[in-house]
């Protein structure tokens, strides 16, 4: 099975600033078949990205995410207090579909 | 309303069973493919196990093959999931979740997760 390894496992930014996530898999993921999702604490992960870079419904264009092959990212330009949460990766182009252990982006 | 609401979670011995529903409202249920995704508090998301729109091919991690059972009664709406035989490492939050996209297992619809704890 493909493993997903994030970075950095925490992330302290302030609001307003720029947040990059890295997602690293163990292989190649298959036509870019990979998924971002928020979790905020008590509640669900949401869907924010998916085939790498498209956005999800009602997700802000300043969340982004890019790449290919094994390297992805998420980027979130300019921070506002509602994007302070946990963020996983999942590949999906292989079976089984596994996940990433998460990056927290925390205030800092 | 959109949603999807999972119910049947809660304390159980090892060895013990117990039978997860989801319930689906706002969409078109027996148009989507589903799955179950858990997650130990505070931990990671695994993916479970997935069923098709019909329900006539169903998918399971290694970790629970043989001991779950995945089904669903588009008549009612509702997503099963049947545990048996549970272990301790069987703790988690389990959520059910709508596929995007027929073939292509990325979830776009969560419910609010049911705790299934396996404790003596």
Do not use: H
């Amino acid at each position: 099975e493909i493993v997903l390894t994030q970075s950095p496992g925490t992330l302290s930014l302030s609001p307003g600033e720029r947040a990059t996530l890295s997602c690293r898999a163990s292989q190649s993921v298959s036509s870019s078949r990979l998924a971002w999702y928020q979790q905020k604490p008590g509640q669900a992960p949401r869907l924010l990205i998916y085939g790498a870079s498209n956005r999800a419904t009602g997700i802000p264009d300043r969340l982004s995410g890019s790449g290919s092959g094994t390297d992805f990212t998420l980027t979130i330009t300019r921070l506002e207090p509602e994007d302070f949460a946990v963020y996983f990766c999942q590949q999906y182009g292989s079976s089984p579909p596994t996940f990433g252990q998460g990056t927290k982006v925390e205030i800092k | 309303e959109v949603q999807l609401l999972e119910s049947g979670g809660g304390l159980v011995q090892p060895g013990g069973s117990l039978r997860l529903s989801c319930a689906a409202s706002g969409f078109a249920f027996s148009s989507n493919g589903m799955s179950w995704v858990r997650q130990v508090p505070g931990k990671g998301l695994e993916w479970v196990s997935s069923i098709s729109r019909s329900g006539d091919e169903t998918y399971y991690a290694d970790s629970v093959k043989g001991r779950f059972t995945v089904s669903r009664d588009n008549s009612m709406n509702t997503l099963y999931l049947q545990v048996n035989i549970l272990r301790a490492e069987d703790t988690a939050i389990y959520y059910c979740a709508k596929i995007g996209v027929i073939g292509n297992w990325y979830y776009d619809l969560w419910g609010r997760g049911t705790l299934v704890t396996v404790s003596s």
